[in-house]
Each structure stands twice: as C-alpha cells, then as structure tokens.
C-alpha cells in the first residue's frame, strides 16, 4: 500500500575548527593544512508508512562498523526510529581527519607482524613526527566525529516533512580502471602502461550515475542524491583537509540552487576504480610518496589535467554537476505517494585464506629483509613493501581459529527504486553483476558503508595479485564476493516480484 514521504535532510560540518587534522589514506603520515574544501556528514532521513531508514554519508576515509555500533549505542533512547535502520557510508576521500580503530580488520596490524621480526632496537621513523596539542586524531577525532554524525542524524529525523521525490540518469567519465595487465598474467594498481609488456586494463569502467532528487510539497528542491562509481581521492596525496571532488559537487549544486540544498554522495562500488587515465598519463603539478606509483619515462599528453591535482579535481566535479543540473531540468514525474521496505541483514562469508607454502615464503621475505636492514629504523616504505608478507601471517595466524565473519549490509525498496550497501572496497564487476539482473528500475549501490572490511577483488584481480588483491589487502576473496553478490540480488528480486 502507497504512503505519503516524509524527507528530512541535515548537513553539518565536521572541520576541526582551529586545529589541524591527521590525515589518513596513505602509508605515509600527513597533517593537514589548510581547508581546500569543507568536509562535512549529510543525513537523509525517508519514512513511508511504517518503514523508514537514516542514510549519512560522511566526507571521510572510511565508516567502520565499530563506530556505527557506538554511535547507535549512544543515540538517545526516545529517538523516535529504529536505530539500526541507520545506514553510515564514506567517500573515501584521503584528505579528511583520521581516527582511531577506523577499520574493521579482524587480522591484526601488519606493522605489528612485521616488528615481531624486527632486532631489540629497531623503530619505525614516521615521515612526519608532530605530537602538537592542536592536532585532532586518535580517540579524541573519534569523539569529535561521533558527535557530529549523531547531531545529523537527530536533526534529519526531527526535519522530516511531507514531501516527493524524482529520478535521474546521468553519464560522466569520472572512474577508470586502476589495475594495469602484463603478458605474464600479473597485473598492478597503478601499474606503468608505457611499456611492451602492457597488455590491458584489468576491467572497464561505469560512467552511469543513478539519481534521486528531494523536494517540498511545492516542489522546491531539498536534496540531491547521486551514485558514482569512483572513490573521492583525485587529492589523495595533498596535505590539506578536503572532500576531494564530491564536496565540490555539493559547493556547485548550492551555488546553483540554494545552501538549504542537500548532498548526499554515494560511491559505487569502485574498488578497482580511480579517478585518473593510466593510458593517458599526465604529470602532476604535486610530488607524492607513493611506492606504488612510479613512472620511469613521462611523455607529455594532451588529455585532462592532473587527476592528483586540484585542477583535476575540478573538473571531475564540473562533469559530474553538469549531468545532475541537466537531469534536474527534465525532471517531469514527482513521487509523492509510495511504498519501502528495509531491510538490515548480518551476513556471514568466509574469511580468504593462504596456504602454508604462502605463509612459508612470507616468513623468508620478511627475513632476508631483516638480514639486509641497514640502520635502527624502518619507515612507510618498509611497511609498504613488506605490507604483502606481514599481512599474510597475520592471516595464517586468524584462520587457525576463524573461518568466517560477518558483515552488515542493507537492501531497500522506494518504490521502482533500490538500494543495496556492502562494507568493502567492492570491485567494479560485482556491481555491474548486481545491477545487471537486478529487477527494480533503477539501483544504486553504496560501497563501504555499515563498514570497512577491505578491497574485494575478483578472482581475474587475485591471479593478477598486487595491491588492492593481495590477500591482507582484504577480508575475503571472489568466492564471497560471488556470495555477496547473490545474496543482494536475492533480497533486492524478493521484494520487486
């Protein structure tokens, strides 16, 4: 039975006003600067009839579990709606503030391992060392954050009013695949393509943008939703707070349409995604430290900008306004009267495993290190590069003992719309998998949300291997995705039969 919708939005800022931020994201250590860009948490808050769900989107690098566990916790107990009905995603932007216990391994730090091999002695240098008082991290960026995204969420719900929504479809190129393929069956993130050994990209891309449009009851423009498939990180080497190029959408739909108008970003899944052309290469006006990034042989292209620069982020977010203001002006169809269903799901998959002979050949990689170390110090580099085998032992060590973990995911109906989240860094194929046989008329997919469980790779990834399919790189491999995968169709088709 159709019902009337309630909407209500908040948008409230989590910029550590005076103070600077510990930035995360990379294996080298960054604090911020100045605010490039306002990062901030966005509530939507939909009920209709008797179902309705609480949807934040937060400009930071990742939402774990644990903190979305906390946060409920900590909600008034008279709230007013069903507290896990509250969904928590991130952009995954690599400019933002830090926090501790941010992700949700069940492994162990990699670092840790990596020290148990360490001589006495022997500590790890970071890049930058910076214990001033007016920096926010740690537990304290918890607490700070736990406040602002539970302001947001009180202030959606206690905004609702009747109001209507309309889709949208859009197309921008913003995501393009991250991982390069060689003729010896391996593959890279951000692998070198100006070499003959360069065969392919490991997959495509998808430029579609699944949109949602919010408005009064007099059909004034209240909030847009919008579902891309790239990670907010064109900045993730800068040294500044910023919500990457999502936050420059939200700053283009204000100017156009009002400060009262509210951004909700949603990322697709986009694991293996990035916002920059590894055929088309282009020099970047910054210098980074990123050990997996490496060009021997630059040749100038005419192409975009920089997509580690801002003039790059610019434009990724020019082209994604651009298919939102022109999906806003066709608008004809408003939904005043609908129906939802939510439903919140713990779902067990299998923990991804290594053999003893990986865990062998770890445990000798990490030692010929040692024997060769140079020095009473390790740095970001050291951890980067022995990430692979420290990660690896952690991981023989946990399955001696666990098979499985759970995560938490959601699926919704509004209407001929729905809405599926997952915890990981989801590769692009399983969503395309999802949306493909997916029975409602429009899906959109929100990756890292309700959690932060790690990349998930497809089986072409792992037999590529490297970063982002490494076995540490994750929680499980492509036989939970395919599990992941069923399960959403299965819920989403249930409810669109």
């Known amino acids: 039975m159709n019902s009337k919708i309630l909407i209500g939005w908040s948008e409230v800022s989590i910029v550590p006003e005076g103070r600077r931020a510990d930035l995360v994201g990379q294996f080298y250590e960054r604090i911020s600067g100045e605010v490039e860009t306002p990062i901030a948490v966005t509530a939507l808050a939909m009920e209709c009839g008797d179902e309705h769900m609480i949807f934040v989107a937060c400009d930071l690098t990742s939402a774990s579990h644990n903190l979305l566990e906390e946060i409920r916790g900590e909600l008034p107990e008279d709230c007013g709606f069903d507290k896990s009905k509250v969904i928590i995603s991130a952009i995954h932007s690599h400019t933002t503030v830090g926090y501790a216990r941010r992700g949700d391994s069940i492994s162990g730090s990699s670092l840790a391992v990596l020290h148990q091999f360490m001589p006495e002695g022997v500590r790890y240098e970071p890049l930058v060392s910076d214990d001033s008082e007016d920096i926010i991290r740690g537990e304290e960026a918890r607490a700070f954050l736990k406040e602002r995204i539970k302001r947001a969420i009180v202030e959606a719900w206690a905004n609702r009013k009747e109001g209507m929504y309309a889709c949208g479809f859009g197309r921008a190129a913003v995501g393009l695949c991250r991982r390069a393929c060689y003729d010896d069956g391996s593959a890279k993130m951000w692998g070198d393509t100006n070499m003959a050994n360069f065969t392919e990209l490991e997959t495509g891309n998808d430029s579609g943008i699944e949109m949602m449009f919010t408005y009064d009851t007099e059909k004034n423009l209240t909030g847009v939703i919008a579902n891309v498939a790239c990670p907010a990180q064109v900045l993730e080497h800068q040294w500044f707070i910023s919500s990457d190029y999502m936050g420059k959408v939200r700053r283009n739909i204000q100017e156009k349409y009002g400060k009262n108008v509210s951004f909700l970003p949603l990322i697709s899944p986009a694991g293996d995604m990035c916002p920059r052309d590894l055929v088309r290469w282009v020099k970047a006006e910054i210098d980074f430290n990123d050990p997996n990034i490496t060009r021997e042989k630059l040749i100038e292209r005419r192409a975009d900008p920089s997509m580690f620069d801002i003039k790059g982020c610019e434009l990724a977010a020019k082209r994604v306004s651009t298919e939102i203001f022109w999906q806003l002006d066709e608008v004809t169809e408003y939904v005043s009267e609908t129906d939802m269903i939510h439903k919140s799901l713990m779902v067990d998959l299998p923990l991804r495993r290594v053999t003893i002979e990986e865990k062998d050949n770890a445990t000798k990689a990490i030692k010929e290190f040692v024997a060769g170390l140079k020095g009473d110090t390790i ?119």
């Open 379 to 497: 740095n970001f580099e050291d951890d980067a590069r022995m990430m692979i085998h420290a990660g690896t032992i952690a991981r023989y060590n946990l399955q001696q003992t666990r098979d499985i973990f759970t995560i938490e995911m959601h699926v919704m109906k509004i209407g001929d719309v729905a809405f599926a989240t997952n915890p990981f860094e989801l590769f692009l194929n399983y969503g395309n998998q999802i949306r493909a046989r997916s029975l409602a008329k429009q899906t959109f997919l929100s990756q890292l949300t309700c959690g932060a469980w790690g990349y998930l790779p497809t089986e072409k990834a792992e037999k590529g291997s490297h970063y982002s399919a490494f076995v540490p790189s994750g929680t499980t491999g492509h036989v939970g995705g395919e599990m992941l995968v069923r399960k959403t169709l299965k819920e989403i088709n249930e409810m669109f039969n």
